[in-house]
């Protein structure tokens, strides 16, 4: 149980180490391939030295490369997993607040 909480501990140090606003905002274009030549070099530096923002771009890579093997088909069926099966009981999105309930 303390190991794991001094792993915890750890990483939120690490969290908290990189101050690097404007290269944390620009993780996402990066990793799906989106930012210019002199963006993409500036992070690839930075990426050199921040373990905090290395492990974000592993897992920002995992997240993509796994989305990437789904079909339109496989995110429509998953999203209607997760609303039960019945997309239109559920009031749980935005776009739905407004619609007057009949
Ligand atoms: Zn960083």
Same mark, same amino acid.
């Given at each position: ?9 750890? &990483? ?10 404007? $290269? ?6 990066? $990793?799906?391939? &989106? ?9 690839? &530096?930075?990426?050199? &030295? ?12 995992? $997240? ?10 496989? $995110? ?27």
């Amino acid at each position: 149980m303390s190991r794991w909480l001094n792993m915890n501990n750890e &990483r939120m140090d690490n969290d908290r180490e990189c101050a690097d606003r404007a $290269v944390r905002n620009l993780m996402g274009l990066h $990793v799906l391939g &989106r930012l210019g030549p002199a963006d993409s070099a500036r992070v690839e &530096r930075h990426l050199l &030295r921040c373990s905090s923002c290395k492990r974000d771009d592993v897992d920002l890579r995992r $997240v993509t490369s796994a989305l990437d093997l789904l079909s339109a088909e496989d $995110v429509a069926e998953m999203l209607a997993a997760r609303t039960g099966g019945a997309p239109e009981s559920s009031g749980s999105y935005p776009q739905d607040a407004g619609r007057p309930n009949v």
